[in-house]
């Protein structure tokens, strides 16, 4: 059979057509909205060959007593899993939130296989985003990109306090005005631990709280952020809380990346005057596959006089999207303790 141009096709052919495309449409429709709503499961793998030479200095910054290592090992360097999502909520312009996230030890297991990480649950919409659990606090995460060697013997963690993943806190995030620029207010609940030092215990909300002022064009990235009574980590004068501002900058020009981070710490404690101050400087240079990255950090104690320096360079070499495989030499020393931790490693990293 055939047909001429503007003739009509026989009602046996156009219904069945037609009940085709509208079942196809039905189908993919419902396989969009599955998708949407079905979580992602995502994770990585980082493994490190390890030579340590470590006399302590970062058991020091800690508050701990100095352990001797010298040998070689093999690392697992928060190698986590993890599941995340977002789905739509009918009828209420509401969007839910979720993630949890598991470390593993990748070389050994460990006494537990897993770990927790970030884990919460929220609402998101026009207003922005609430959510609670357990996550890492605004002044932590503005870190940003300025830490060329996260998870590694030379984080910035190792160095300066402030690196908190906080329990039992809730934080309110804010759309991004003029597609730029984010705040996010977070309130960790005491439930009975004396986060001011009074010798009292704290009950309410607000007794810690992390604020944070976030602005991002891709190009450059510019955020301060301010804790209060939270856990110093890190401090040169034993500072066990502390108030918090750190302020951090990046940019990425060409195939150049550069950063620099300030930070004070105040003790909290009545009648101290204890007060910690940190700078670090980084950068990376792309050359083809290879980014070779470099940075050098100072502690600063006021009351001990005591001082901390950490320094790194290390090169990664892209095999692909989410695999590299990479090398570094970091060295981290206590001034008056007189005490250094040097790290040699290649290791591999792998997302999925």
Request: no cysteine.
């Amino acid at each position: 059979m055939s047909f001429q141009y503007g003739s009509r096709l026989p009602r046996r052919f156009i219904y069945p057509a037609f009940l085709s495309l509208t079942i196809a449409t039905a189908i993919n429709s419902v396989v969009a909205q599955a998708d949407a709503a079905t979580p992602t499961l995502y994770g990585k793998i980082n493994l490190t060959l390890d030579q340590f030479d470590h006399q302590g200095a970062a058991r020091v910054a800690a508050g701990q007593t100095p352990l001797t290592i010298d040998q070689w090992e093999l690392n697992s360097n928060a190698s986590r899993l993890g599941i995340k999502g977002e789905l739509a909520l009918e009828d209420s312009g509401l969007t839910l939130v979720y993630l949890a996230e598991y470390e593993t030890d990748a070389d050994d297991g460990g006494n537990s296989p897993f770990t927790q990480r970030n884990i919460y649950a929220g609402l998101q919409g026009n207003f922005g985003r609430i959510f609670g659990g357990k996550f890492d606090t605004p002044l932590k995460v503005i870190e940003g990109r300025v830490d060329q060697f996260n998870d590694l013997k030379a984080d910035i963690d190792v160095l300066l306090g402030g690196q908190n993943r906080a329990n039992n806190i809730v934080q309110y995030s804010t759309p991004k005005f003029a597609r730029v620029v984010t705040a996010n207010v977070a309130a960790i609940a005491a439930e009975g631990a004396d986060v001011d030092l009074d010798g009292e215990p704290d009950d309410g909300l607000t007794d810690t709280v992390s604020v944070s002022l976030v602005a991002d064009t891709g190009t450059f990235y510019g955020a301060i952020a301010y804790d209060t009574h939270q856990l110093a980590r890190r401090s040169l004068d034993g500072i066990v809380r502390a108030d918090i501002i750190r302020a951090v900058g990046t940019a990425k020009l060409g195939t150049f990346e550069l950063g620099a981070l300030v930070q004070q710490a105040r003790d909290v404690a009545q009648g101290s005057d204890a007060e910690d101050t940190s700078y670090l400087l980084s950068g990376a240079w792309y050359i083809g596959h290879a980014k070779l990255k470099a940075q050098y950090g100072i502690a600063e104690a006021n009351i001990s006089d005591e001082k901390a320096t950490l320094a790194a360079f290390g090169l990664d070499y892209s095999l692909g999207n989410k695999t590299k495989v990479f090398t570094y030499f970091s060295a981290q020393d206590i001034d008056r303790a007189d005490l250094a931790d040097n790290t040699f490693a290649v290791g591999l990293d792998h997302s999925f």
